[in-house]
């Protein structure tokens, strides 16, 4: 039995990369794209992004490196067991996040907005910018040249407008067609991640209770189990392995669906699964639970007044950088100069992407402060 399932992707039924490169030895295509993804510089930037709380807030919660480490880790025990291309699912998930702003949603807000005249801001989008362009490190090529899926994974959302010239991987959102399962899949992994490590790192600071929690269906059936098991387990080993735990149920239940959707769709090839409808689920019960959990954090993590009080500041020191920027672009680093000349507002819009959170606020500084050089 070969490795991977009919309807996988594998290096044989790969669209490719658009240079063409001699085939890897040693290693499959897309273990050299997961290899390119983790020596970039933009993967490096990942360990000083916000996930939601800002990079200096605590040592110990996520930043978006170890959001795409979990969703990689997650999304790779799944391929795993649906003989999906782990090497690809796990290319995806790593590089997913490439393109974030600092400050998280708020920056990419902020940055969207500045764009607004400029044709706007996206996240998705810059992550395959990211890979295909920005991205200096090669003698041969702009960009990373990755295999076209994983590519197309990346791209997980993406406006029509965009899509109309963005060429092969903008295509599927014009004929709405489904990208590869591993696509799915690491996209289905960075809510089960994001999700769960939300209600921890929500926890561990404090923003979030554990009485309101009880009152969201999937943490407190978790819970109860996990205190039925051990009355007097300590409040820290109590909130792990409740999240241990709901982790382990989504993943069981996103695998056991799939597989049923995936036999019901009698799959034979590649191509089936662009022309079906999305096949990596939830099944109906565990999905409106998610809904439940993602709309209770969305209220009262991500809205909560201390997050919203660093969103905030997080907007003006972006907004305050682009508009500085703009008006003279001598102010960026010399290798941005020339760019500059061509479109300075995608230009600025690069350099205050790639920025940490902390580089941009030191960047803040060093061109508002009049104290500081
Ligand atoms: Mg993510």
């Given at each position: 039995m070969s490795e991977f399932a009919p309807y996988a992707i594998n290096p044989g039924n790969s669209r490719g990369r658009a240079r063409r490169e001699p085939a890897p030895v040693g290693r499959s295509e897309f273990q050299r794209d997961r290899d390119r993804i983790i020596h970039s510089t933009a993967f490096r930037r990942l360990e000083y992004k916000t996930q939601v709380f800002v990079n200096h807030e605590g040592d110990l919660f996520r930043t978006r490196l170890t959001?795409?480490?979990?969703?990689?880790?997650?999304?790779?025990?799944?391929?795993?067991?649906?003989?999906?291309?782990?090497?690809?699912?796990?290319?995806?998930?790593?590089?997913?996040?490439?393109?974030?702003?600092?400050?998280?949603?708020?920056g990419q807000d902020a940055l969207h907005q500045c764009m607004k005249a400029h044709g706007g801001f996206e996240h998705n989008l810059q992550s395959l910018r990211v890979v295909d362009l920005l991205e200096q490190r090669y003698a041969a090529f702009d960009g990373l040249n990755l295999c076209f899926e994983t590519r197309e994974g990346i791209l997980k959302h993406c406006a029509l407008k965009n899509a109309r010239v963005l060429g092969d991987v903008g295509e599927r959102f014009i004929k709405r067609r489904r990208p590869s399962l591993e696509a799915q899949l690491a996209?289905?992994?960075?809510?089960?991640?994001?999700?769960?490590?939300?209600?921890?790192d929500g926890l561990r600071s404090g923003l979030l209770t554990l009485e309101q929690l009880e009152g969201v269906a999937i943490f407190a059936r978790h819970i109860k189990e996990v205190l039925q098991e051990h009355p007097k387990i300590d409040p820290r080993r109590l909130i792990h392995e409740t999240v241990r735990?709901?982790?382990?149920?989504?993943?069981?239940?996103?695998?056991?669906?799939?597989?049923?959707?995936?036999?019901?769709?009698?799959?034979?090839?590649?191509?089936?699964?662009?022309?079906?409808?999305?096949?990596?689920?939830?099944?109906?019960?565990?999905?409106?639970?998610?809904?439940?959990?993602?709309?209770?954090?969305?209220?009262?993590?991500?809205?909560?007044?201390?997050?919203?009080?660093?969103?905030?500041?997080?907007?003006?020191?972006?907004?305050?950088?682009?508009?500085?920027?703009?008006?003279?672009?001598?102010?960026?680093?010399?290798?941005?100069?020339?760019?500059?000349?061509?479109?300075?507002?995608?230009?600025?819009?690069?350099?205050?992407?790639?920025?940490?959170?902390r580089y941009a606020i030191r960047e803040y500084r060093r061109l508002f402060a009049v104290d500081e050089i």
């Open positions: 959001h795409s480490l979990e969703v990689a880790q997650i999304a790779r025990s799944i391929a795993r067991n649906l003989r999906l291309n782990e090497d690809l699912v796990e290319a995806i998930s790593l590089a997913h996040d490439l393109g974030h702003t600092p400050f998280g949603h708020a996209n289905v992994a960075d809510e089960i991640a994001y999700n769960n490590h939300d209600v921890d735990r709901m982790i382990g149920t989504l993943v069981m239940d996103l695998t056991r669906e799939s597989a049923r959707n995936i036999e019901a769709n009698n799959l034979r090839t590649v191509d089936d699964v662009r022309s079906a409808l999305p096949l990596i689920a939830f099944s109906p019960a565990v999905r409106r639970e998610q809904q439940e959990l993602k709309k209770f954090l969305s209220v009262n993590l991500y809205r909560h007044h201390q997050v919203a009080r660093m969103t905030n500041k997080a907007r003006r020191i972006v907004h305050d950088l682009f508009e500085a920027f703009l008006d003279e672009p001598q102010l960026m680093p010399p290798q941005y100069h020339a760019a500059a000349t061509a479109d300075s507002a995608r230009t600025v819009a690069d350099y205050i992407a790639g920025m940490t959170d």
